[in-house]
């Protein structure tokens, strides 16, 4: 397993490098035990979220499990598995619901699950009834300020509670240019991969951030997925809502960095 240790170059949220061995160990040590008990599977409607992180998956996990016939795990390909198909095929019969679903990032498919061909996994996935839901983010600049408010603050949702946050960051310039090429090229690699697959598309900020917009998103997402309507409102809220030009310390810097490219447009949004 002469991959698992370079994983992490791959990760794109800072606050998800983890001791990779340890985590290939358990992953195949759950795997198994879920395995012995799903000799005779169950008929479940299934569907999974195909989404990087900070681009709203949460809201839409939380808020999809608040419907009385849905399960929706977070991240079950996390870790590494042996027969990934098969471990989420087994884990949608062993939920115990009418629908599952789970939400996995491209990289969790290319670099955990050593997936060569993510496009084909997911059309073998669409091949067998699964379902799936694109959630992207538009605002690559926001996109990065988001993963450095989350790692100042140790926390990356806020449902309300009080507690002491962050009112400014500093971006380091260099990281934000980085952070920017590998959420667009990973963007361009998801493409790719649905490219031709029957899915749902979802834009963080025009589907999911205004709290307006998201009765009727919750809608739609329920109609796709053939789900009985209910009323569904997110319990999660925006955790970052000012202008970039009072987030970012060096808001100037960043401006003058990305004056001329193509996502100096994104400063201007609120």
């Given at each position: 397993?002469?991959?698992?240790?370079?994983i992490n170059?791959?990760?794109?949220?800072?606050?998800?490098?983890?001791?990779?061995?340890?985590?290939?160990?358990?992953?195949?040590?759950?795997e198994?035990?879920l395995?012995?008990?799903?000799?005779?599977?169950?008929?479940v409607?299934?569907?999974?979220i195909?989404?990087?992180?900070?681009t709203?998956?949460t809201?839409?996990t939380?808020?999809?499990?608040?419907?009385?016939?849905?399960?929706?795990?977070?991240e079950?390909?996390?870790?590494?598995?042996?027969?990934?198909?098969?471990?989420v095929?087994?884990?949608?019969?062993?939920?115990?619901?009418?629908?599952?679903?789970?939400?996995?990032?491209?990289?969790?498919?290319?670099a955990?699950?050593?997936?060569?061909?993510?496009?084909?996994f997911l059309?073998?996935?669409?091949?067998?009834?699964?379902?799936?839901?694109?959630l992207?983010?538009?605002?690559?600049?926001?996109h990065?300020?988001s993963?450095?408010?989350?790692?100042?603050?140790?926390?990356?949702?806020?449902r309300?509670?009080g507690?002491e946050r962050?009112?400014?960051?500093?971006?380091?310039p260099?990281?934000l240019?980085?952070?920017?090429?590998?959420?667009?090229?990973?963007?361009?690699?998801?493409?790719?991969a649905?490219?031709?697959l029957?899915h749902?598309?979802?834009?963080?900020?025009?589907?999911?951030?205004?709290?307006?917009?998201?009765?009727?998103?919750?809608?739609?997402?329920?109609?796709?997925?053939?789900l009985?309507?209910?009323?569904?409102?997110?319990?999660?809220?925006?955790?970052?809502?000012?202008?970039?030009?009072?987030?970012?310390?060096?808001?100037e810097?960043i401006?003058?960095?990305?004056?001329?490219?193509?996502?100096?447009?994104?400063?201007?949004?609120?």
């Open positions: 397993m002469a991959w698992l240790p370079h170059e791959l990760v794109p949220e800072v606050y998800e490098h983890r001791p990779v061995l340890s985590m290939a160990r358990k992953g195949f040590q759950n198994a035990r395995a012995h008990w799903q000799l005779h599977r169950r008929r409607n299934r569907f999974l195909f989404a990087q992180g900070r709203g998956s809201l839409l939380s808020t999809l499990n608040m419907h009385s016939q849905v399960v929706c795990d977070d079950i390909l996390g870790v590494p598995r042996m027969f990934p198909q098969n471990f095929e087994n884990r949608a019969s062993d939920s115990g619901a009418h629908n599952f679903g789970f939400h996995v990032k491209i990289y969790q498919l290319s955990w699950q050593r997936v060569d061909d993510v496009g084909a059309g073998s996935l669409s091949a067998r009834g699964w379902k799936i839901i694109y992207f983010r538009e605002n690559l600049v926001r990065a300020v993963n450095v408010f989350a790692e100042a603050l140790g926390a990356y949702h806020d309300g509670r507690g962050p009112r400014t960051v500093y971006m380091e260099n990281r240019l980085s952070d920017i090429k590998l959420r667009s090229r990973q963007r361009t690699a998801e493409r790719t649905l490219d031709g029957d749902l598309t979802l834009c963080y900020e025009r589907d999911l951030e205004a709290p307006d917009a998201q009765k009727a998103t919750f809608t739609r997402i329920q109609s796709y997925l053939q009985q309507q209910e009323d569904l409102v997110p319990d999660l809220r925006k955790m970052v809502t000012r202008p970039l030009s009072d987030l970012l310390q060096n808001y810097e401006q003058s960095l990305l004056r001329g490219r193509p996502e100096a447009r994104f400063l201007d949004d609120t």
